[in-house]
């Protein structure tokens, strides 16, 4: 009958034949994901006028959306840059802008690069899949197998585990004090009652 690739899933393929593959896709990963925060903290981190702080409350704005609310904003203060402090203003608007454009820029090439980085890999996967030999083939197979087997096995252990646990907890919670403890507990208790039965002279 022989062993079919298509038994097996793509995590084995790629666990077998693309360790060092997987790896450079995640650090890419990695690295869009620490863009994407510095893109946001970048964009959270400018001052909108009050009408775009509601229309920011309403959603979360895109970086479009900010960025033409910035050139708006510089618009409008170049157009009144008749005192000092908004010429500060003006610059620091800009350096927001700029910071903005060039941390989106970079963002978006790492995206495109691990997205591409991923089309690949998925084309080598059905490459590789339809290349497997029939000792490869079977070798996956019975690994997953393998990894099915230990995975019930785990699941069984730790239910029975749990079931002979209880069991062993409500031994402890009904036996756990020794007669010796019980015994001296006792003897407690009769000298605490002679003293009371003594005080009311039953002696």
């Known amino acids: 009958a022989g062993w079919s690739p298509s038994l097996i899933p793509d995590e084995s393929i790629l666990n077998a ?17 620490v863009l994407n925060a510095e893109l946001s903290e970048a964009l959270e981190s400018v001052e909108l006028e009050q009408e775009d702080e509601e229309r920011e409350n309403q959603s979360i704005p895109s970086p479009a959306e ?8 510089i618009a409008i203060l170049k157009a009144m840059n008749s005192l000092k402090h908004q010429s500060n203003d003006v610059l620091e608007m800009e350096l927001s802008l700029q910071r903005i454009e060039t941390v989106e820029k970079v963002y978006k090439e790492a995206k495109k690069t691990t997205n591409s980085r991923k089309e690949k890999m998925e084309d080598q996967l059905e490459k590789r899949r339809k290349t497997l030999t029939q000792e490869e083939t079977k070798d996956l197979v019975l690994e997953k197998l393998k990894g099915m087997i ?8 730790k239910s029975k585990f749990a079931g002979d646990s209880s069991v062993f907890e409500k031994l402890w919670e009904k036996y756990h004090v020794s007669l010796h403890a019980i015994s001296d507990e006792r003897h407690i208790n009769s000298d605490k009652l ?3 039965l003594k005080a009311l002279s039953y002696e």
């Open 17 to 33: 034949f693309f360790q060092q593959e997987q790896a450079e896709i995640e650090a890419l990963e990695e690295r869009t994901a």
């Open 150 to 157: 230990e995975t019930e096995l785990r699941r069984i252990s």
């Open 194 to 196: 002679n003293v009371f």
């Open 66 to 73: 900010v960025k033409h609310a910035v050139k708006a904003q």
